[in-house]
C-alpha cells in the first residue's frame, strides 16, 4: 500500500506516487521526493542518475532513518554520486500546492 499525506491526492502528473514513477516515458526536468526512506531514496537516485534536479524531503533527521548506520551511509553515498541537488532531512511538508500548467 502506497502511503499519501493528508489532504493530498495523487494525481499521477504532478503528484505522483512510485508507482506512477514506474510508467513514466521520459524523465522530469526536477522533482521533489518526499520520504527519504529506501524507495524515495532509490527513485531519487534513478531520476538524478538521468539528469533531473532531485530535492529529497524528509520528516526525521536523516535519509533511510529506519536502516542501521552503514546501510544509510551506503545510501546517502549512492544519493551524493547521483548528484541529487538537496537533501532536506528534519523538513516537515505542511502543504503541496500543484502549479497550474501553462500551455
Same mark, same amino acid.
Given at each position: 500500500?502506497?502511503?499519501?499525506?493528508p489532504?493530498?491526492?495523487?494525481?499521477?502528473?504532478?503528484?505522483?506516487n512510485?508507482?506512477?514513477?514506474?510508467?513514466?516515458?521520459?524523465?522530469?526536468?526536477? @522533482?521533489?521526493?518526499?520520504? /527519504? =526512506? #529506501?524507495?524515495?531514496? *532509490?527513485?531519487?537516485?534513478?531520476?538524478? $542518475?538521468? +539528469?533531473? &534536479? !532531485?530535492?529529497?524531503?524528509?520528516?526525521?533527521?536523516?535519509?533511510?532513518?529506519?536502516?542501521?548506520? @552503514?546501510?544509510?551511509?551506503? /545510501? =546517502? #553515498?549512492?544519493?551524493? *554520486?547521483?548528484?541529487?541537488?538537496?537533501? $532536506?532531512? +528534519?523538513? &516537515? !511538508?505542511?502543504?503541496?500546492?500543484?502549479?497550474?500548467?501553462?500551455?
Amino acid at each position: 500500500m502506497i502511503r499519501g499525506l493528508p489532504g493530498v491526492e495523487f494525481d499521477g502528473t504532478q503528484v505522483i506516487n512510485s508507482d506512477h514513477a514506474l510508467g513514466f516515458k521520459k524523465v522530469p526536468a526536477s @522533482l521533489i521526493v518526499l520520504g /527519504a =526512506g #529506501a524507495v524515495g531514496v *532509490e527513485f531519487a537516485s534513478i531520476f538524478a $542518475t538521468f +539528469g533531473a &534536479k !532531485v530535492t529529497i524531503v524528509e520528516l526525521l533527521p536523516r535519509l533511510i532513518p529506519i536502516e542501521d548506520g @552503514l546501510s544509510r551511509r551506503r /545510501a =546517502g #553515498a549512492g544519493v551524493q *554520486e547521483a548528484r541529487a541537488r538537496r537533501c $532536506t532531512p +528534519g523538513t &516537515k !511538508v505542511e502543504k503541496v500546492v500543484v502549479a497550474r500548467r501553462t500551455a
